[in-house]
């Protein structure tokens, strides 16, 4: 699980709200990254103490289960990350994280667990 702390979420997208053509403006020359899809959950921030318990996990169940298991609640949704709009470290952040890994995003009080499952 990857922690990729300090960095903005604000291109992190809720909800059914990207259309199946998405249009966005880029200046000359730059490229047009992806819109990735990811499985979500998000929680209160959990204490340091679960930090080494959190490390090893793979799957947004496991991560969840534990969670729950150290009474912080969840909610799970779908939700849509457009590289263009988001920091580029973030983007350089995920871009090289194994296949499938988790990575998490501070908001706030909340922390985001997120697994890429498609991208557009």
């Given amino acids: 699980m990857a922690v990729l702390a300090g960095l903005m979420a604000v ?3 809720t909800g ?5 053509a998405i249009q966005r403006p880029m200046p000359p020359g730059r490229l ?8 979500q959950l998000r929680c209160g921030t959990p204490p340091q ?8 996990l793979h799957t947004l169940p496991e991560v969840e289960a534990l969670l729950r298991k150290n009474g912080i609640s969840c909610v799970a949704a779908r939700a849509y990350l457009d590289t263009n709009a988001a920091d580029p470290r973030l983007v350089a952040g995920i871009n090289n994280l194994p296949p499938g890994e988790i990575f998490v995003i501070p908001a706030g009080q909340a922390v985001l667990f997120n697994q890429i499952v498609g991208k557009r």
């Fill in 49 to 56: 103490e679960l930090t080494p318990q959190l490390q090893p």
């Fill in 16 to 20: 059914p709200v990207m259309a199946p």
């Fill in 32 to 39: 047009l990254g992806p819109v990735y899809v990811v499985d």
């Fill in 11 to 13: 291109a992190v997208l």
